[in-house]
Every structure is written in structure tokens, then in C-alpha cells.
């Protein structure tokens, strides 16, 4: 029988929650040395995108992607799964399919038996063998920390690509997940989350962004991302600031987890959070404390960005709706206007 461990112990801070701060990786990026050009890159890391593009020169791309965290659950096996549907979002977002993965893990072996890491492992498995790719292998480390994610390569049609920063003025902004799942995450890692709050966190978590490879189809959707660990203001900011558009989004038309207001009331929240409005505070409206904390709030396997233009609103929602996304999200929650003194106008 496998010896019962609490992951979260583990990490000082679990999910896309454990992302350093977006200032902090600025600076990163631009202190780095110039690297080789390749024409056949389409998306590099120069507008902050969801992963790598190569054009394989046959109408066809492939996407690549690395995304791992450190554990955001206690279960193992929920873990696995959560950290593989986070890293295949990655593909789903810039409209690509998920052919192949490799495991990308760290932990400390004197603290962790290998049965608690074949049950991450498994998780993980489960997931990808639900969209049929194989975990075709990976490589694993010792780790103070533990850390668990995938390698992922996809393809997309050329012509079907994606992207963050080809929004356009006059389109409908639509978010598939409700947000709050850093807020519920803490409050799990501090003991302090229901039993009802932690189910619905993970039903969230485990909802596959896979309608990313079928809205890649639609000519209106001009634009796409997912939101994780910078928050909803974060990358919407990016989708602006790389489109030269700014959005306005409506607060009242954004979905939320349930019960956020009464671990906000603890001063429950993610440390990353106040990292996130740090670094966008100067591009948007000023908020007010539950817009902050939420808005700002890292999400760990979150929802699809879309940005439509109109004549697209009614299909994309209907899309939506017929692929399982829940009604109350399938409403756009804000619109993208022309460049003005602030990237994101909260009203």
C-alpha cells in the first residue's frame, strides 16, 4: 500500500502559482543574448506566447511546448492529471492537436517513495490516453522540490494557427473557465478549503481546453491564449500590448469559483497575485480590492482567452455551448477597442 503523503508540503507555492514574478522574467528575457534566426519559426518567445511554433513546410506547423509546476493537490494521481490537462492547454490554445508528450520531473527521493511518483505518472497517462498520445518518455532528476509537467508537441494547419497578439478592434472577448483557482489553491494548501469549494476547484482544473483545436477552424476567431499563472489581467495585457489594441472587460459579466469572498476575508490569495498587479498596475484602470485579488489571481490550468470579431459572436458562443462549455460562460465578458492611454479599461 502506498504510504499516505500530502503533496503541498512540498512546495512553498503549487501550481502556476510557483511561476516567478512577470517582471522578473521580463528582465530575464531581455538580458538574453541574441539566438539563432530561423525563418521557419513562426512564434518564438518574443511576444510571450503559449509555445513555440516551426513551420514544417508542408501547410503544416509544429507546436512545442515545456510546462511543469510543483504540486498545487495532495493526491498524487490528481496531480499527474492536473499538471498534463495544464501543459496540453498549451497546444489547445494556439489551435494545435496534442500528438505526443514527455514527462518533465523532479523530486527528492529520501522524502518521496517511488510508488507516490508512478501515481503522479499515472495521472498524467490517464489524461493523455483520453486524446490517444502517448507519453513516449521524459526525464526525471533529484529535487529539493517536487515538480511534475509534460514536454508537448502538436501540429496545426498553417492557415489554422493561433495566436496572442492578432487581436482586433471590435472583437468579443470570451473566457471558458470561471477564474478563483489560485484563491481555492491556497486555501486548500492552508486546510482551510471545503470539501465542495475542493471538488468544484478540481473540475476546473481537469476540463481539457481541447475546443482550442476546434475554434482553430473558425476564420472569427482572430485570437487566443489561455490564462494561467499571470491572471486574466496579465494576459489579456499581453494579447493588447502585442495586438496594439487595449479591452474593456466587464467585471460583472466574469464567471468565478464559488465561495472566493470568504477566504479573501482570510486573506487567503496566492503570493504571485500582488507579483501580477505589480507589474500591470501602471496599463490598467484602478481596481478595487475583490477586482485585484481576482483578476490577478494565478490560474493553474485555466480557461481559453478568445478574442471574435462580431460577425462570429453568435456562432462561437453556440460552439461553445455544443462542446460542453458551461452557458453562463459562453457570453463574451468584454470587447477589445482601439490603443488608448490604458491596455485594460475594468468597468
Known sequence: ??????????????????KIGPDDLQKILSNLSTGIHSEKLIVGNKTNDDAAVYNLGNDYCLISTTDFFTAIVDSPFEFGKIAATNALSDVYSMGGKPILALAVLGYPSEKIKPETISEIMNGATGVCNQINIPIAGGHTIESADLFFGLSVNGLVELKHLKRNNTAKTGDYIFLTKPLGAGILSAALKRKQITEDDYAKLLASMLQLNSIGEILSKEESVNAMTDVTGFGLLGHLSEVCNGSNVSAEINFSKIQFLTNLEQYLDKFIYPDITTKNYAAISAHVTDLDAKQLFTLCDPQTSGGLLICVNEDGKEKISSLLKLNGIAEELCEPIGRVISRSEKLIYVL
Not at 500500500?1 to 510557483?18: A, P, R, V, Y
Open 1 to 18: 500500500m502506498t504510504e499516505k503523503i500530502n503533496l503541498t508540503e512540498f512546495s512553498k507555492g503549487g501550481g502556476c502559482g510557483c
